[in-house]
């Protein structure tokens, strides 16, 4: 277990929709990171956070968007979802920008 | 940014150890060198990161060359509970904390 939780564990919906998954990180962590691993592009960085603020981004589509809030847990907002969009989620927390990250369990999203 | 180039997969006999190279031919001085793995129905994991001199922990050690263009991973014995996909990752965008996963090297163990 690496202290970081993600909400839900899976999570099926329909192409137009939007859905909002949900990060805490260990504590004492102030650094979010949400990643994408579908079968075709493997593990791809999307968002990173510090302290409440957007550090960088990668590959996050317009789509996508992301918050860290004041008690610094995250939330991955994708809205139009398309089939494509169908993959595992994971949000990974360390403590400052250098150090190890810790993975959560991960969000299966499926499209349908 | 930098990249890297790992093996797409390797092989180990169980209790034996293995080596997991990397090429990073266009690392910057700065620039840490991260390994992270994931076992299967798994989020990753981290293994252990460097700068310039090798560097142990309890689950790996680190060794990278001289130039720092190459580094290796070492399992110093190889259990069933090791199989995994190895990535070697640089840092992306100048942050140190962004790390850009590419395919990794999937590592099998046999009995």
């Known amino acids: 277990d690496s202290g970081v939780t993600q909400t839900p564990k899976h999570l099926i919906t329909a192409t137009g929709q939007r859905v909002t998954l949900r990060c805490s990180p260990r504590?004492?962590?102030?650094?979010v990171y949400w990643y994408q691993q579908s079968l075709d592009q493997g593990l791809q960085f999307l968002i990173h956070?510090?302290?409440?603020?957007?550090?960088a981004k990668g590959n996050i589509l317009e789509r996508f968007s992301a918050q860290q809030f004041p008690d610094l847990h995250s939330e991955l907002n994708l809205s139009s979802l398309e089939l494509g969009d169908s993959a595992l989620y994971f949000c990974?927390?360390?403590?400052?920008?250098?150090?190890?990250?810790?993975f959560g369990p991960g969000t299966r999203l499926t499209v349908l | 940014d930098a990249k890297t180039t790992q093996p797409n997969s390797m092989e180990s006999n169980e209790e034996e150890p293995v080596h997991l190279p990397c090429n990073h031919s266009t690392i910057s001085g700065t620039d840490y060198i991260h390994w992270y793995r994931q076992l299967p129905s798994q989020g990753p994991e981290y293994v252990i990161h460097?700068?310039?001199s090798n560097v142990n922990n309890r689950m790996a050690s680190l060794a990278i060359a001289e130039d720092r263009k190459s580094s290796t991973l070492i399992l110093h014995r190889a259990t069933l509970r090791d199989a995994a996909v190895y990535y070697c990752i640089l840092p992306y965008g100048g942050s140190q904390g962004n790390l850009i996963f590419g395919k990794g090297t999937k590592l099998s163990v046999k009995p």
């Open positions: 504590s004492g962590d102030l650094s």
């Open positions: 460097g700068l310039t």
């Open positions: 956070y510090y302290n409440g603020e957007e550090r």
């Open positions: 990974a927390s360390s403590v400052d920008y250098a150090d190890e990250q810790f």
